[in-house]
Every structure is written in C-alpha cells, then in structure tokens.
C-alpha cells in the first residue's frame, strides 16, 4: 500500500486507513476475536493507520483496538478523540461537550492503558467545546505532548477560525471531517486553510455511511441502534431520491472496472496528496474491495465529468 503524509506534521501513514468504531459501537457490536482477526488482516494488508475514540462503546473500542494492535507497536499508527461529558450511562454526544483542560488530560491517561502504548500518536478533539476557549484546549494537548504521552494534534468538526487559533498555540497535525463526494461543505473555507497551515485532512464517512457503495436502497432496514435509523439522508424517500448519486458512481466505474464505492474513494484520494480516508469496515470482502480504490486513477476529465455532475443534483437530507 501507498502511504501518505498528513500535512506538514511528519505522520505517514497508509493511503487508506481504518476507521473501527462500529467494531463495538453502534449497531449491533461484532464478536470480539473476529475483530481483533480482522485489525490483523488489515496490517497485513499494509493499513497503519487506525481510528477509535474514548466515546466509542464507551471505552470498549479503544480496548479493542489496543489489544489487537499491541503486537505491531511502533509500526502502526493509532488517532483516539477526547471531549464528551460521562453520563451515567457512559459518554453520549447527547451529555455534552467536555474539553476543559483537567479532563483532557484524565482523558489522555486512561486512553494511554487502553490503547496498552506509551504515546498516544494523534489526539483529536472530538468536537468544539463552546464553554472552553480553544486555545485552552490546544494548551492542554501542548502540554501533553511536551510530557510525551501524546505525539500530534487534532481536531475534529472545526470551522476555519477555531482550526487558526488551535494552530497557533499548538500546531494541529490533523483535522478530521466529513468529507466525501456528496458532502464538500467544507470545500469553502476549511481545506484551503488546511493547506495553507500544512495540515492533513482525515475524512470519515467516506463512503457516505455506507450508501456510496450502492449496496443501499429504499427497501434497506436498520436497527434502532443504528445510527443511519434516525439519518434524514437514509429515510426511503432520500434513498431513493439520491440515487442518481450511485448512478454517477456507477458510470465512471463501468470504464475503470471498479465499484461505486472505488470510485468514490479515489476521488477523495484525489482531491489532496494530504488526504488520508478512513472507511469503515467490517467484513474482510469490504476492506479488500476498499483498498483498491489507491489502485484507481481518476484522470482530469474524469473529475470534471462528476464536478459538472454533482454541481447539477441537490442531495436530499441533512446528513444529521
């Protein structure tokens, strides 16, 4: 596998990494063994670079994720996010933000036994906290990292003018974000400051929660605990409505012999040398198929055909 760089931060990493939280989180959680097989597979597949977060289980993915990468210590890399409140229940978005700074740093200790390594590699912020200055929180991670036990820092969901102020008190290594073909908001403002500062963007949901592999359609069911249950972008209506998204996908990959979801992930990879995806997976079929996606060349007329594309259909839903 290719790697990239994340900005100017020095972190190289896979070309894809992996995003794990729906390993224990979510739908319905995995068997335990079979995903710690699977985390294997995907080293072996030469993926080093793994997303989890404190939030996810509560704490169970981060103690997933620990004990099936304890073995490949120094040769991959491991990104966990700090900043919800614990309810009685555990962390839910749901409880509310928590990135004052005292927390940040019990967050970063009790992550550290979790993940079983001696240096969180990337430390993201989950999401800004309104009730703390994020030059506060960029502090907290400074002093983390002066301490050693983290080595980069991230934010997550930011707008422009907090990613500038978190930079210049600590330089952020990492901004990860929504990003895909169907949703570029952040096109505007947030990925030219990204590559003004040097740094990397990580976008999850890549593959649109699932829908841009058109595997997805009106007659598709989830779970309650299914985040996408209560997704406007997944009522039937939307799926079917959106559709012709899939159509698009399925057009340039019938001349590449590659899936909607190839496609769609090799348009992000061709958006910014710093752009690292993590998709989600599974299932060892879906990864592979993934991973292909770096193998994929989008020439100039084929990004432009889907720009004019998507610049003529209106994605119905909110994406929350």
Known sequence: MQTRKLGKSGMEVSALGLGCMRMSFGDTPADKQEMISFLHAAVDRGITFFDTAEVYGPFTNEELVGEALEPFKGKVMIGTKFGWKHGEKGPHPSVGPDSRPEQIKRVAEASLKRLRVDSIDLFYQHRPDPNVAIE?????????IQAGKVKHFGLSESNADQIRRAHAVQPVSALQSEYSIWWRN????????????GIGLVPYSPLGRGYLTGKVDE??????TDIRARNPRFTPEAIKANRVVIELLEKIGARKGATPAQIALAWLLAQKSWIVPIPGSRKLERLDENLEAEKIELTAGDLNEIKTAMSKITVVGDRY
């Open 136 to 144: 506060d929180v960029a502090g907290a991670v400074k002093d983390l």
């Open 219 to 224: 007659n598709t069911t989830f779970v309650s």
């Open 186 to 197: 952040i096109e505007a403002e947030i990925l030219p400051t990204c590559e003004e500062l």
